[in-house]
């Protein structure tokens, strides 16, 4: 291999992306990070103990269906609650990032967005 020819594949290897290519890796990369950002919308241990509670109520309707409906009524009630709260709660964050008058950059601005879109997206999927 002579040098021109090696020195014309690094150059070829090294080239910036046309503006195509880099929209394509951004978008890959926003989609990567809503993924990560798109885990269960309670913690492990919370939504172990919820399940637990309604296959005990579940199986305690054979014997006592009225109060069994009265705490499965409990539960959801319960659970929404806690939903709530983790919504509002995010929501708080995510206002943090950005409410903060003149002082935010567009890249702030950006990165809230996508944010805000992943947040929206868990939303939905309840």
Do not use: C
């Not at 309670?42 to 409906?69: C, M, Y």
């Not at 992943?118 to 939303?123: A, C, E, G, P, V």
């Amino acid at each position: 291999m002579n040098i021109t020819k090696a020195y014309d594949e690094q150059v070829i290897t090294t080239e910036p992306a046309p503006a195509a290519g880099r929209q394509d890796t951004q978008r890959q990369d926003t989609q990567r990070q809503d993924t990560q950002s798109d885990g269960p919308l309670l913690p492990e241990n919370v939504a172990k103990d919820f399940r637990s509670r309604w296959d005990t109520i579940q199986a305690g309707f054979v014997d006592e269906p009225k109060h069994a409906v009265q705490q499965a009524d409990e539960l959801v009630s319960q659970s929404i609650q806690q939903l709530s709260s983790i919504f509002t709660d995010e929501r708080n964050k995510l206002e943090k990032q950005w409410d903060r008058g003149d002082d935010v950059s567009t890249e702030d601005l950006r990165v809230a967005l996508q944010k805000y879109r992943s947040f929206f997206n868990r939303l939905l999927a309840v």
